[in-house]
């Protein structure tokens, strides 16, 4: 059965009795209520699903660009190369993970930790230009994707204002 493309999987609280789960608490995807439109919100201060699954798709992409420029940076020492390699691969990872969380607090936190590794692969990028290793139009393409992943992931870090 064929998913459509602008929906994504809810997750719930392990134990919640509308939602049946496995071991680790994710909802197990067997029921189309499993399914949530796109820009369906809880609550007004949390990102819609497709802003999140579009931070997803930026790493993602991120993730492939800087491995060229890893590739091309032969020249270039290889801590530096594993560094950048390492860092735009755990990008990803946490998004994922962060799509995985139920609490916000932790999905923010998760969110966060990415932001902080998009800003150290743009720093990287820098590094790379002022040395010239790399082609500059390969760091140029890699630098433009990682700040508007940075710049997407500022927004899903909000946290929410306080009721008093």
Not at 49 to 58: F, G, I, K, V
């Amino acid at each position: 059965m064929g998913r459509d493309p602008k929906s994504f999987i809810t997750f719930r609280r392990k134990g919640d009795a509308t939602s049946p789960t496995n071991s680790t608490g994710l909802q197990v995807p067997i029921e189309p209520t499993a399914i949530a439109p796109v820009g369906e919100t809880e609550h007004p201060y949390r990102p819609t699903p497709q802003a999140r699954t579009e931070a997803y798709q930026l790493a993602l992409e991120l993730a492939a660009l800087l491995y060229k420029v890893v590739e091309l940076a032969e020249a270039e020492r290889y801590f530096l190369r594993d560094q950048l390699d390492k860092t735009s691969t755990v990008i990803p990872v946490m998004i994922a993970q962060g799509l995985a969380t139920a609490e916000m607090h932790e999905r923010r936190k998760l969110y966060r930790r990415a932001r902080k590794a998009a800003v150290d692969c743009v720093a990287i990028l820098d590094v790379l230009g002022e040395r010239n290793t790399v082609e500059p139009q390969a760091i140029e393409a890699a630098r433009v994707v990682a700040v508007m992943l940075a710049e997407n992931l500022e927004t899903l870090t909000i946290a929410p204002p306080k009721v008093r």
